[in-house]
Nanobody
Framework: QVQLVESGGGLVQAGGSLRLSCAAS????????MGWFRQAPGKEREFVGG???????YSADSVKGRSTISRDNAKNTVYLQMNSLKPEDTAVYYC????????????????WGQGTQVTVSS
């Protein structure tokens, strides 16, 4: 069992930046595939980016070039750095973990955080 807690969300102006954190407890993040997802009102939960157990990172086309996934093993925390934020990035952002499967689908992840709201104003 792994517990995940997201933080770092808030209100930011378009063009600004945020760094979201996903702090894990109970298990080590480096033994899990980690994913960031987001869900806007009326839309499906979508993949934003992720990092595999061995450290390979991936980003969705919608955020590629302006987002970075990183992992701090000492702090047992995964980060999502987002730059050049757009109003379209407004959503609840979720951190997810799975021990066995890497993927970009929400159904592939067993553990989820509570989410953190990101609101980008124009």
């Amino acid at each position: 069992q792994v517990q995940l807690v997201e933080s770092g969300g808030g209100l930011v102006q378009a063009g600004g930046s945020l760094r979201l954190s996903c702090a894990a407890s109970g298990r080590t993040v480096s033994t899990h595939h980690m994913g960031w997802f987001r869900q806007a009102p009326g839309k499906e939960r979508e993949f934003v980016g992720g990092i595999t157990r061995i450290g390979n990172t991936y980003s969705a086309d919608s955020v590629k070039g302006r987002s970075t996934i990183s992992r701090d093993n000492a702090k047992n925390t995964v980060y999502l750095q987002m730059n050049s934020l757009k109003p379209e990035d407004t959503a609840v952002y979720y951190c997810a973990a799975d021990q066995t499967t890497w993927g970009t689908k929400p159904s592939q992840y067993d553990y989820w955080g509570q989410g953190t709201q990101v609101t980008v104003s124009s």
